[in-house]
């Protein structure tokens, strides 16, 4: 079952400007990781938080995660042209397993 | 040069047909995992295994089979029971222990008519 639902579910912005995108999930989670999917590729893994963090910084990317709402949220800052992709967030529950949500399809036009 | 290779990346079957999805790591990975992707939504999870000769279905496992013979690879089997198989399949590994990020392959596209 997917646990992690992502919001919105598309979003088209301007080259250089942000982008930001939501996650929300029921259960407690170990940690809550952002992946990215280019059309018809594999995903590639951006960053992970663990469930006692509160914030985590990836260059361009910084994401959060307020467990008391079950919640995460993912800034792209400066956004290019190659940060055009899905993005999934995924729970990992530590059981081995990640469930995924149905991702949010970002635009960036130039 | 490490990493996941899925073979082929274009998969054309007769319904009716079982056929074979490859998944192969050089990763040094214990976990590894297939996963099943339809237009615009997200990815679910088919099996997993954490260790060679040991495998556990997952939230659609029906339809599906895997072996786990070596380490390296994570073969899935798309059945003839399965109701709706053309999807795009993705393969993915982990390390295991405290490390928890999951490394993809390039994917399948499976199309049966």
């Known amino acids: 079952s997917q646990q992690g639902e992502e919001d919105p579910q598309a979003l088209s912005i301007q080259e250089g400007e942000n982008a930001t995108m939501n996650c929300s999930y029921k259960t407690s989670i170990n940690n809550l990781q952002w992946y990215r999917q280019n059309s018809g590729r594999g995903l590639v893994h951006l960053i992970l938080i663990r469930s006692n963090e509160r914030e985590k910084h990836s260059g361009r990317l910084r994401i959060t995660l307020d467990t008391s709402k079950k919640s995460s949220s993912l800034l792209i800052t400066a956004s290019r042209a190659a940060d055009t992709a899905s993005y999934f967030c995924?729970?990992?529950?530590?059981?081995?397993?990640?469930?995924f949500g149905a991702g949010t399809t970002v635009t960036v036009r130039a | 040069d490490g990493g996941i290779t899925q073979s082929p990346k274009y998969l054309f079957r007769k319904e009716g047909q079982n056929v074979t999805l490859s998944c192969e790591q050089n990763l040094n990975h214990d976990a590894m995992y297939w996963y099943r992707q339809d237009p615009g939504q997200g990815l679910r999870l088919i099996y997993y295994?954490?260790?060679?000769?040991?495998?556990q279905k997952g939230d659609i496992a029906e339809g599906y089979s895997v072996s786990r013979e070596k380490k390296e690879s994570f073969p899935l089997t798309v059945t003839s029971a399965q109701k709706n198989p053309t999807a795009f399949y993705l393969c993915a590994s982990r390390r295991g222990g405290q490390s928890y990020e999951q490394y993809f392959g390039p994917g399948t596209r499976l199309t049966v008519t």
């Open positions: 995924a729970t990992d529950l530590n059981d081995y397993k990640l469930s």
């Open positions: 295994s954490q260790i060679v000769n040991d495998f």
